[in-house]
C-alpha cells in the first residue's frame, strides 16, 4: 500500500543530516570546511547543500575569490621550446638577421604553423619587418630582446602548475592578454560556497538531525539473511524538485478545440465537416447575401484563381434566384436585383462555416436536426494583434418543431458554462440569414471584461425555404481563436501560431477554465 503524501514531512537524507548537524552547532562554512571536518566528500555535500537550499533549510552564497591561472596545450609545449616569435628571432639572430620566408620553412626549426603565429607576434612586438624581394617575403631582424619578455616569464612560472591569479602579483596583466591568444593559457575562476542555516533549520528537533544508517536498495542479501527486518530503508521523496522534462504533449489550441468538441457531443450534436474551397453559392447565396454585398468583395474574400468556377448544385438554383430576386415562396420581397448564376459559381476559400451547416441542412431538411463543426475560414485580412487571415469557427444548427431564440440563447450559455464561462450575454444584431440575430460575448471569472465571441440566430425563411426546410433553424457561428486569447491570457492572436515552444509547454496540460470557475 502507499503512504501517505510526503508533501508537508520533512524527509532528510542521511548526509544532508549530517551537514546540518554541522551546521547548526558551528554556523555558516564552506563545502571545503564541511568536508574537512566532517569527512563528507565535497561533491556530496554540495549535493546536499542544493537538497537542502530546496526545502528552505540552507542558503547557499556563492563567491569569486580568485583566478586560477594554468597552461593550456600550446603553452605547455612553448614553455618547453619557447615561443614561436622567440624562436623566430634567435633564428635570425644566428643566421645575421635576415633570412627568406623559404629558408625559414626548410631550416625546420618551427613548423608552418608555429611560423605564422611567431611573424605575427614578432611583428606585434615591433621585432622584424617584412620585406619584398621579388617574389620572396624577406623577414629583417629590427630589435632582438636580449631579455626574457614578460610573456616568457609567465610561461615559466606556470610551467611548475597553476596558480592563483592574484600569486602573480605584477603579472597578473600578462596573463589576462596570453589569455586572449589562443590554448596559451586558461583562466579559470575559483569560487568558495558558503553555507548557512536558516531559521527553520536552526528550529528543528534533534532527533530529525540523528542521522542513522539508511538503506536505500533492497538486496537479495537482506532478504534471505532477514536483515531487512532490522534495517531502516531510506523513503522515496516524491515531491523533490527535479528537472522538467517535456515530453510529446498537444498543442495548447487542439487541446480547446478538443474541448469545445466534447461540449457538443456531450449536448447530443453531431459533427460535421466540408469543404474549405466553397462555392460562393453555400457560402453566400444560399444565405441570402445579395450579390453585391460587400462582404463579397475581394478585399475580404479570397476568391480562387484556378479553377475559378464550381457548380452549384441545380435543383437549388432556381429557388435560390427566385429568393433573391423576389423573395419567391418565402413570402418574402426578396433583394429586387437580377440574381447571377456566374457569380454564384465562383469558388472562394469559405468565409465562415456557416457555409458548411447551410450544405448540411439542403440534403437534410427533416427534423431533428442537431450538428456542429469546429474549422477553418479564411478572410482577406490585413493580420495584426487580433486579427488572422485564417481561423477557426464553432458553428453548429439545431432545428426542431418548435424551437425559439431562447432555446438559441440556452445552447449557447450551456456550451460555455460546459468550458466554465459563466458570464455569457446577447445583444441585438444583424445577419442578412437571420431574424432575429444576436451577438454573443462573455466575461471570463470576474475580470470585468467582455470579449465579442460570435454571432447566432434564427434562419430567415429567405434561407430555409428553398431548401424544403418547414421548421425553425438555431445557429451560431463562434471565434475560437478570441476565445483561446481569453482562455490562454494572450495580447497577441498571433501567439496562437508563432510554435514559440516555451509558450507552449508552460499552457498546463490539465488546463482548464473550468477548474478556476466550477470552485
Ligand atoms: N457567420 C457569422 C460570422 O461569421 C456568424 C453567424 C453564424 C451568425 C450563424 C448567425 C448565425 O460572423
Redesign the pocket.
Known sequence: MYNEPLREELVLHPIEKRVLQFLTKFGPASFSVIAEKTGLDEGAIAKAAQWLASKNLVKVEESIIDKKVELGNEGKIYAEKGLPERRLVDFLERIGGEAELSDLKESNILSDEEIRIGVIWAKKNGWIEITRRGDEAVLELRKYPKERIDDEIVLQLLKGGGRSLASLGPYAPTCEKLSRRPGLIKVSQESIHIVTPTEKALKLGDELLTAVEEVSQLTPELISSGKWREVTFSRYNLFAPVKATFAARLHPLTMLIDMVKEAFVEMGFEEIRGPLVELAFWNFDALFQPQDHPAREMHDTFYLANPDRGEPPAKFIEPVRKTHEDGGETGSKGWGYKWSLEEASKLVLR????AT?IRYLSEHNEPPVRVFTVDR?YRNEKVDWKHLAELH?I?GILMDKSVTLRHLMGIIKEFYMRLGIRNVRFRPSY?P??EP?AEVEVMLGESGRWTEL????IFRPEVTRPFGVKYPVL???LGLERLAMAVFNLNDIRELYRNDLSWIRSVPITFSILKKERG
Open positions: 468565409t465562415h462555416t456557416t451547416t475560414v469557427q458553428e445577419f440569414y437571420t440575430s460570435g454571432g447566432m440566430g445557429a451560431w457561428g
